[in-house]
């Protein structure tokens, strides 16, 4: 086993066989550490019992100035920093220019420019896993967040836990979504509250559904332990009890540092919420749910640009359809549509004339596998995620 980067690299584990890269990164938020120490739990198993493995799993630190300080960040969320206009400024701007946030981006680029060329098993690597490990301010049962394409389905629906779909059209510059774009397969997992000890057993557990599911470990690779896979599965299961399979975010409320915000006590991820009930207030008053549905991500700390969300349940059978509507690829047909017209010629970007445009043309949009890009006074920018048309890409 190559020697791990100790400032970067948790460590690193592979059997010299050919696979994946499985990628669990832990502490992008400095104040959420539980997923490195449960990723060193992993590695610790890995390498006592060993375990044969496919591929090669690599645990990472994520920003360690603020995991330092146990804040959020320090001048800048480290997961708001993954979009286009940032990562050319890296380009355009010298190391010493940088932020301690930004240093710490650059340095993960150059992480993962090398870790995805390194060989594994004396081949070329077969796919890149990110899972990325987060925890809560209040309250939660874990759950976990995707763009919808169809290579994140199998490994995401494999943790049994609710799944979250639509975060990143409400928020910009996440990890998730770079690594998504890239079309690797990547999730962000909440496996509880910050404090909450039972966070790093759900954040370990999700290590290895994910290793299992994603081809890396076989089922019973760890049946000689009487924490085997059985038990990592029934532990996810009963800290998830009671939550939906799927929900949709349809509201993001943002919040600005001088604007007083603070979230009413007692909310809980996936509590109902009623249209016009209070949710916050600031310094303009009561902050008022917009919809019926579910709240997610009560924000309970200081640092932050989240208040809350609201997402909707959403019913399994439209993930299928939309699956079964993809591999048909009858996107290539969205542009006949009223109201909808390519951008720049590129079939990956679609746009939407408000005025023009039918009634419910933008859920067709999500089920094709589109994302709300962008928004103007005139209508929507969409972009195409990037789906592989596989049969390893199967529906849940």
Known sequence: MP????????????????????LAIGG??????????????????LEKGNVKLRGRFVALRGNRPALAQNQRFIERDLNRVWKASDLLGLEQRKHHQDGPDEGELRDLLQTFSRLFVESCGGAPLEDIVLLDLHSTSGPSTPFLCMADTLQNRPVSF????????????????????????????SMAFEGGAHTDPSTIDCHEAAIWCGLVAAGCLDERALDEDPDDMA???????????????IVEVLHRHGTHPDDG??????????????????????????????LTGRLLLPRYQAQGDDGFFVARDVRPIWLRLSAWLRRRQL???????????????????????RQRALFGVKQV???????RYQEDETGFLFLRRPDRLSPKAKTQ
């Open 158 to 185: 494999a943790l049994e836990v609710p799944v979250i779909l639509g975060l990143e059209e409400a928020l910009e510059g996440t990890l998730l979504d770079y690594m998504s774009e890239a079309g690797h397969i």
């Open 231 to 245: 038990a990592m599965r029934k532990r996810l299961r009963r800290a998830a009890a009671g939550a939906p399979a």
């Open 331 to 353: 996107d290539r047909f969205l542009h006949w549509l009223p109201g909808v017209t390519r951008q720049d010629g590129d079939p990956r970007r679609l746009r939407i004339n």
């Open 365 to 371: 949009f999500h089920l094709l596998g589109y994302r």
């Open 28 to 45: 992008l938020h400095g104040n959420e550490p539980a997923g490195i120490e449960a990723a060193g739990r992993v590695l610790t198993r």
């Open 261 to 290: 915000f603070v979230m009413a006590p007692g909310w809980a991820n996936f509590q109902p919420v009623q249209r016009n009930g209070i949710l916050a207030k600031d310094d303009c008053g009561d902050i008022l749910s917009p």
């Open 3 to 22: 020697e791990a980067d100790s400032l970067r690299e948790v460590g690193r584990f592979d059997s010299n066989c050919p696979g994946a890269l499985f």
